[in-house]
C-alpha cells in the first residue's frame, strides 16, 4: 500500500486528555515535563485543560468537556491536521458513558497515524523521543490522503 507524506514542525500540537480518575497522573506528568510542554502548543478537553492551564501556568486551548463532545473535537482536529501528538490517559477499569466517543478518538488517530500516550511509560518514551522537537514526515495510507 502507498503512503503520503505530512510534514509535522518542530513545535507539535499536543493535545491532553484524561479520564477523572486519571487527571491527576497526567498533571503530574505533565509538572515534571512543563519545560518540554512550554515549547508546544497544548489543547485539552474541557476540565482537564482549566487543571492543566491553572497548574502549569501555560495557555491552553479549552474545548468541551469529553462527554460534551471534547474528544469528538479534537478527533476532528486530528482529521483537519491541527493534532500532532495525543496524551490521552484514559481509564481501563471504569465504564465512561461516552464510551463510543473515546474509541472513535483512539480510531481516528490511528488512521491518521498519530502518536498517542495512554499513560505514563508511554508519555514518559514520547517525550523523550528526539522527534517530539523535530521536523518530521508523518505517513498516512493512501486511503486516508487528501
Not at 18 to 32: F, Q, R, S, V
Not at 69 to 87: E, H, M, S, T, Y
Not at 111 to 123: L, M
Request: hydrophobic content about 45%; overall charge negative; charged content about 20%.
Amino acid at each position: 500500500m502507498t503512503s503520503t507524506a505530512i510534514s509535522v514542525q518542530a513545535r507539535k500540537r499536543i493535545a491532553l486528555v484524561a479520564h477523572d480518575n486519571e487527571k491527576a497522573n497526567l498533571l503530574e506528568w505533565a509538572i515534571e515535563h512543563r519545560e518540554l510542554l512550554a515549547t508546544h502548543d497544548l489543547l485539552a478537553t474541557g476540565t482537564t485543560g482549566k487543571m492543566m492551564a491553572e497548574n502549569l501556568d501555560l495557555p491552553v486551548e479549552r474545548l468541551r468537556s469529553g462527554p460534551l463532545g471534547g474528544d469528538q473535537q479534537i478527533g476532528a482536529r486530528i482529521v483537519d491536521g491541527l493534532v500532532d501528538v495525543l496524551l490521552f490517559f484514559w481509564d481501563p477499569l471504569e465504564p465512561q458513558p461516552h464510551d463510543p466517543d473515546v474509541r472513535a478518538l483512539l480510531r481516528i488517530a490511528v488512521v491518521w497515524n498519530i502518536p498517542v500516550a495512554c499513560n505514563r511509560s508511554s508519555a514518559d518514551f514520547l517525550a523523550s523521543s528526539p522527534l517530539l522537537t523535530m521536523v518530521y514526515n508523518r505517513r498516512i495510507s493512501e486511503h486516508v490522503s487528501f
